[in-house]
């Protein structure tokens, strides 16, 4: 029943249940004060008072997020401010205001992972953390606009030199700190575009850390002692899947069993990191695991798919493998066998070396690892390049099977009929 008053308290109002419209129950007693419950069962404290003869209606909180006692507090400030001539709902209006144009780091955090990094990367997620984990707990709650080059520095400096908050090791990390660096620059960046702030005082400052391109490529023993150290996982069979198909860790991670069709993968653009969609021809060896996968999946959409969390282990298969999962695994293979730093992401550049001494053309391996074409090629060259690429693939699978499993490879020679007319080899 629209506007029915009722007795206040923490059951009374966990009991209202929505009703086809939105429906307001105000406190008994009268005041004003009152809670609104909408058709979705969204419920939200309200305030209707009138200021110069004209009746307004001020949210308060909603229900779950504001307790009855917070929130009555807050009525009762806006109930006095009425008693002394003041309108709550132009206050309120003015320390948002204030608040937009003056928000504290940890504040406009939240505005900028919202507005500009998920709209823009797809990597937002890393932002995210990187405010998280680094900025906010160090200067999240200054004043944007009195944030210093100083505190930036100390920021960046303490994890040049030390690491991670939670380091147990205390070992520096270079490189974070320059991705840290970057991420508030454009944070501040976007901040001096939304006119929160009149200066980027972290655009001069230089990165901490020189980064070189790595040239990591693995000789075929260590290829081959990859692939027989990996078990037959989750985790082992995608691995060994980047090795096979030179696709990026999460567009394997996050394969699902409907991009499949036969032996076509079809990733879309949704996925990938340039945004251009990817169609590969699996080679034998690649279809070996996604038929091992099948047994291993119980339902889950996904190819790959990871452990669910705790609180929903009757539903399985709901989430992939991590990212976070397969680099960890990896590093413990690396750290095991002693080599030299080795990471996933050399598996690509492995392939990538591989075609070419396979003698495959550049376009062709580049389109293997769909990289978009460079300059004018990339404008007028349409072609989908999808048998050249399987027949590229299908190269290397041939070399790499004859490097992991050489007396199958053996095999599979031994049983070449020759073409009527020609010699069989010798």
Known sequence: ????????????????????????????????????????????????????????????????????????????????????GGDPWSAEREAERIRVNSPTVAEFGEVFIEKYSKANKKSWAEDQRILNVYVVPVIGGLKLRDVTRLDVRNIINSVFDNGAPDSVTGKGSPIMANRILACVKTMFAYGVGQDVLEVNVCASIPKPAKETSRDRVLKADEIKSIWEALPSSEIGNAIKMLLITGQRTAEVRLMEWAELDGKVWDIPKSKTKNGLPQKLELPPLAMEIIELQRHKTFGSKYVFAGMPPKEAIEVPGDRCISEKAIARAFNRLITKMAWEHTTVHDLRRTLRTELSALGIDVVTAEKVLNHKLPGIMGVYDRHDYYEEKANSLAKWANKLESLVYPERAAAKESNIIPFPGKKAAM
Do not use: C
Request: proline share 1%.
């Open 1 to 84: 029943m629209a506007n029915e008053t009722i007795t206040f308290n923490h059951q009374s109002i966990k009991g209202l249940k929505a009703q086809a419209n939105t429906e307001t129950y105000w406190r008994d007693g009268g005041g004003g004060f009152g809670i609104r419950v909408s058709p979705k069962g969204k419920k939200t404290f309200v305030y209707r008072y009138k200021f110069k003869g004209k009746s307004r209606l001020l949210t308060i909180g909603v229900f779950g997020k504001l307790t009855l006692a917070e929130a009555n507090e807050k009525y009762s400030k806006h109930a006095a401010m009425i008693e002394k």
